[in-house]
């Protein structure tokens, strides 16, 4: 019998032999398994890996001329699994599907997606004007596309078509908040 720690320590590779012992059955066998064999029974069984979104490519082996599953790198991070709430990719995203808002609206033509106080939504930049609607809230936070400039001028109009006036604080060069004394419904205009 080999002597396991006496084998040098090297990163594993995908076609790596693992043994194991299936229980549960008679006798529980010995049996091996690759690594990568391993990654898909993590996926499809645990609901994948902590941090990382693996990608698998399938491949075919050269020497068997068999299909096999091969772990690659990820440009895919998510903060926690399960439970997570931020996705970050690194490097470019190419949508060929449609990209949908918080309300699950794909938008239309000439339509820009837009934060809201509470998600997404898409909506109409008109010309030179930014229209953002909001709804019952006390403090708006807007994100608008920048086009207008670091301090665009806004008109904040309620759901009667009355001009309201709250306090106006540019946060960023792409982001405003607007403070009420009393929740507020309407539109902010952004020029």
């Known amino acids: 019998m080999a ?11 995908g076609t790596d032999l693992l043994v194991g012992t299936r229980s549960g059955v008679p006798r529980n066998p010995t049996r091996n398994f690759s690594v990568d064999q391993l990654a898909v029974y993590i996926i499809d069984n645990l609901n994948g890996t902590n941090l990382t979104v693996p990608i698998f490519f399938d491949t075919v082996n050269p020497t068997t001329g068999l299909v096999e599953t091969t772990l690659v790198d990820s440009i895919l991070t998510q903060n926690a699994n399960p439970g997570g709430t931020t996705l970050t990719i690194a490097g470019n995203l190419y ?19 837009k934060s809201t106080v509470t998600g997404t939504e898409w909506g ?42 709250g306090e106006i604080a540019y946060v960023s060069t792409t982001q405003l ?7 507020q419904t309407g539109k902010l205009y952004l020029n």
Do not use: K, Q
């Not at 949508?95 to 699950?104: K, Q």
């Not at 008109?126 to 807007?142: H, Q």
């Open 95 to 113: 949508v060929t599907g449609a990209l949908r808002d918080s309300n699950n609206n794909p938008g239309a033509l000439g339509e820009v997606l």
């Open 124 to 165: 109409l930049v008109s010309g030179s004007t930014e229209v953002i609607p909001f709804n019952n809230v006390t403090t708006i936070t807007a994100t608008h596309t920048g086009a207008l400039g670091t301090f665009p001028s806004i008109t904040v109009v309620n759901n009667n078509n009355i001009v309201v006036y």
């Open 177 to 183: 908040t607007v403070t009420f004394a009393s929740a």
């Open 3 to 13: 002597i396991i720690y006496t084998y040098p320590i090297s990163p594993p590779v």
